[in-house]
C-alpha cells in the first residue's frame, strides 16, 4: 500500500511541475511540443509548464518569447541567443531563481520588467534570485523593477543594465521588524532612469565595479525602513544625477554606508546623507564637477 501511495505521489508531482528537467524555446517551435531540443516550445510559458521544479529553460534561437510568472525554482538561459521577454512575474516562496543572458523589455505596456515577491519559508529557508547578463528597459515613466524579499532574502545581480524608465527598486517586502534582506549588485549599470536609478530598502547590500548615471531624482537610494540597512560600495561611479547617492532612515533603524574608490561626477548633489545616517569614506574617493559634493561626515582609513 505504502508502495503504491508513493508512485500515485511521484506522479502527481510530476504532473505538477511538468515532465523535463531541461526544456527548450525557439522561434520556430510550437507550446503543442515536449519543449525537448528537437521539438521545442514557442512561449517561455509553454516551457516553464513542462519543467520540473530546478530544471532549466534554454533558447535555441533568438525570439520574442512572452511574458512570465515563476514560483518555483527554475533558470531561464538565452545561452547566446537574443532571448527577449517582455515582463517576468515573480511569486516565490524559499525557491532559487536564475535569470541568465535574457533581455526583459516592457516599453509596449508600461509595466515592471521585473516584479514580484520572494518570500522567506518555513525552517529559515530563504528565497534567492540571481540574474547575470540581463538587460532590463521600459517606457520612461513606469517602476521598471520591484522586487521584494522576506527576511534572509537575497538577489545577486551580475554584468546587469537597467535602461530608460522610472525606477527600480529592491527591499523587504513586508513591514515586519528586523525584516532585512541582502543585495549583492557586480558591474550594475542604471541609466537615464526618469526618478531613482535603485532604491535599496532594509538590505545589507555590497555594490561593485557599478554605474549609476543620469537618474533625474538619486542614482542610488538607500533607506532603512523595517530595519538596520548596510552598504559597502567599491569602485562604482555615480555621474549625472540630480542626487548620486542618498541616505535615508526611519526612526527605530539606522542606515549605514562605507565607501571606497568612488566616483562622483556631474551631480547636482554628490552625496545626500540624511540626519542620523552615518556615510564612512576611505579616503579614496573622487569628487569632481558636482554642483555640491557633499562629502561623508565621517572619514577613515586602511590599517
Keep these: 500500500m505504502f508502495r503504491a501511495a508513493a508512485v500515485v505521489c511521484l506522479f502527481a508531482s510530476s504532473l505538477a ?22 521539438y521545442p516550445c514557442a512561449t517561455i510559458v509553454g516551457a516553464y509548464n513542462k519543467t520540473n521544479l530546478g530544471g532549466a529553460i534554454h533558447a535555441l534561437s533568438n525570439g520574442d518569447f512572452g511574458s512570465l510568472t515563476i514560483g518555483k525554482s527554475i533558470t531561464i538561459d538565452g545561452d547566446g541567443y537574443r532571448m527577449r521577454m517582455s515582463q517576468i512575474l515573480l511569486d516565490a516562496t524559499a525557491q532559487t531563481i536564475i535569470l541568465r543572458n535574457i533581455t526583459v523589455d516592457n516599453v509596449s505596456s508600461g509595466g515592471a520588467a521585473l516584479t514580484g515577491v520572494l518570500r522567506s519559508g518555513l525552517f529559515f529557508s530563504t528565497s534567492t534570485l540571481i540574474v547575470e547578463r540581463a538587460t532590463f528597459s521600459g517606457n520612461g515613466s513606469g517602476q521598471l523593477m520591484s522586487i521584494g524579499m522576506g527576511s534572509g532574502g537575497a538577489v545577486y545581480m551580475t554584468d546587469v543594465t537597467l535602461l530608460t524608465s522610472g525606477a527600480a527598486s529592491i527591499g523587504a517586502y513586508n513591514a515586519i521588524a528586523g525584516t532585512v534582506c541582502n543585495v549583492y549588485l557586480t558591474r550594475f549599470t542604471t541609466e537615464a532612469m526618469s526618478t531613482d536609478g535603485m532604491d535599496i530598502d532594509t538590505c545589507s547590500a555590497e555594490i561593485k565595479d557599478s554605474i549609476f548615471r543620469g537618474a533625474g531624482h538619486t542614482g542610488l537610494y538607500l533607506s532603512s525602513n523595517y530595519g538596520n540597512a548596510s552598504a559597502f560600495i567599491k569602485n562604482s561611479v555615480f555621474s549625472g544625477n540630480q542626487t548620486g547617492l542618498q541616505t535615508v532612515y526611519s526612526s527605530a533603524y539606522t542606515t549605514s554606508v562605507k565607501l571606497d574608490g568612488n566616483t562622483f561626477t556631474g551631480n547636482t548633489t554628490g552625496i545626500s546623507a540624511g540626519p542620523g545616517t552615518s556615510v564612512v569614506s576611505f579616503r579614496t574617493n573622487a569628487f569632481a564637477n558636482n554642483g555640491t559634493d557633499g562629502a561623508p561626515a565621517l572619514t577613515t582609513s586602511y590599517r
Design 17 to 38: 511541475y511538468g515532465q523535463n528537467y531541461l526544456s527548450f524555446v525557439s522561434s520556430t517551435g510550437n507550446d503543442a511540443n515536449n519543449c525537448t531540443a528537437s
